[in-house]
């Protein structure tokens, strides 16, 4: 039931009131003065605050700021017997939801309260959403036990809490987009934008469109003005991936803005300043592409203030059956499957495979198995039939091992319908069970 606090010194009024409001279907909480009324919201999650002006320990105008600060979900509705503008005006500049007379605006109360409490909720939504996002991308979130990991997520943590540039290196899909969100939803712009682009999926005019805006006129197709996204970002962060791919006469600009806060839209004149936070990241070694001039050497320090190397998966092995389990558990719930578990020979496979793509191809590879899976365990039968195989006692020109890989292929060529499978390898369906046993394939 949704509660309102009611704040009054007259009893009879009050308890009148609170009788009024209850019966709209309301659960009221009383108070009679500002120090109790402080010790009902430590109490009492309260949607709503109805509270006379004068009160005997405090003025309902100067209270409703006090009550903002502390608590910013409850909507509070000021009643007075006296109302003057003046009054009016600093309650709403304080926080107030409305500021009403007694007597003469007796009517308006429960309507105001509905409009009142759709507002509270409202923002209720909004902070819990705010909230959920603010996890999913927290440093809590990133899935890794290895000494490699941990060292990794101190650093971050720690540069988070400034507004330092940050350069995220490493491989492709290694999780440098979810360490960028980590640093900016732990650092002091957590409620402003987190905006990201990738600076090699557009060519260089539409990229510096994108970053910096232009005028209407400035070229062909430039019809109206457009914000950019340093704009966008203006207070929050801006995630530069692939900033590798960034062309040179861009890299000048953006030097700017990194040195003075300001740039220019194109085909404008004026100098817009700015205040982004800039997070890039790269699969390049620039140090190097700068020594051969492609790469700006003034931009590279700027940006590698602070610089992390975000290990592969390669180098975190310990953390593949974590991170298998959770994207098992995503998938199995997002296409309601029953898959509940990995099988021992499907882990040793994961293990031992070289991930060129890293988690990114971990991921794709637990949902595909997922989806294939038709029982509740996930196995080695489900993996891609060209999966680098593990198995020491074979070796790549052993008949066992072309057998072995030849059924995985025709399996997947199948989906697992494995009577198909044995009119497909033209061999009896108890000589493919045979095979599965004998080779671990379940």
Sequence with gaps: MRKVLLIDDEDKLRTLMARIITLEGFEVIQAADCKTALKKLEQYDVDIILCDVKLPDGNGVTFVKKI??????????????????????????????????????NDKIIPLIAKAMEKSLLQRRVLELEAKIAGKFSFRSIIGKSDAIKEVINLAEKVAKTD????????????????????HYESKRANKKFVAINCSALSKELLESELFGHKAGAFTGALKDKKGLFEEAHSGTLFLDEIGELDIDLQAKLLRVLETGTFIKVGATETIKVDVRIIAATNRNLQKEAEENRFRLDLFYRLSVFSIAIPSLNQRKEDIELLADFYLKEFAAKINQG????????????????????????????????????????????????????????????????????????????????????????????????????????
């Design 68 to 105: 903002k600060e502390q608590y910013p979900i409850p909507e509070v509705i000021l009643l007075t017997a006296y109302g003057n503008i003046s009054d009016g005006v600093q309650a709403i500049k304080n926080g107030a939801f409305d500021y009403i007379t007694k007597g003469d605006d």
């Design 164 to 183: 330092t540039t940050v350069l995220l290196l490493g491989e492709t899909g290694s999780g440098k987009e979810v360490f960028a969100n980590a640093i």
């Design 339 to 442: 898959v509940k578990k990995i099988s021992p020979d499907f882990l040793k496979e994961l293990k031992a495979h070289q991930w060129k793509g890293n988690v990114r191809e971990l991921k794709n590879m637990i949902e595909r198995a997922v989806i294939l899976a038709s029982a509740d365990e996930l196995d080695s039968s489900l993996l891609p039939w060209e999966f680098n195989k593990s198995d020491s006692n074979l070796n790549a020109f052993d008949l066992q091992t072309i057998e072995k890989q030849h059924i995985l292929k025709v399996l997947h060529h199948t989906s697992q319908n494995k009577t198909e499978a044995a009119r497909l390898l033209n061999i009896g369906l108890t000589t493919l069970y045979r095979k599965l046993e004998e080779y671990g394939l379940k």
